[in-house]
């Protein structure tokens, strides 16, 4: 995006690129309840890895980068989310009066219809990725390809990550 603004010098307009910031979780245009929840989601994480507060590439991170894309830890990431902000998750009304699903799991779902995740080649949205090192473990996630779109630069990747299926023998 450019914006035209007036030029330092003389009377001339000049062009120049536009920096827009990620909108805050609340701040969003109107636009449906279940893309407002993946949107506020999707800003709360871009902004909570950028500045620090949602650790990542870690032991009991939430949120990985590995070569595939970004990873995040499911559910944690969608608990973590509703932990903190369930009063932002716009719940759906049930027509028939059952009981409401919790709101971490009514985000996740959001989420998996929304255009950011990629399916696994078993057509789950979960993907199982080895960590390598002492006490290696598997962890479960939604991935998220092309991380570009909400990091510049991209953190680099989690080199101790590898997709389970791409050769790790148990």
Known sequence: AY???????????????????????????????????????MAWIQSGVSSGSIAYNEANAAVHFCEEGMLLVSPKIFKDYADNFEARIDMPTSTDGAPSKEPWRVLQQQ????????????????????????????????????????????????????????????
């Open 111 to 170: 989420f998996q219809k929304s255009e950011y995740p990629q399916k696994s080649g078993s057509g789950s949205f979960l993907h199982r990725y080895n960590v390598s090192g002492p006490g290696g473990k598997q962890l479960t996630g939604i991935l998220i390809p092309g991380p570009e779109r909400f990091f510049q630069p991209v953190p680099a990747a989690n080199q101790l990550l590898k997709p389970a299926s791409a050769g790790a023998s148990a």
């Open 3 to 41: 914006e035209v603004m007036p030029s330092l010098v003389g009377s001339e307009m000049c062009i120049r690129d536009s920096v827009r910031a990620a909108p805050a979780p609340a701040a969003l245009p109107a636009m449906p309840a279940r893309k407002a929840n993946v949107e506020r989601f």
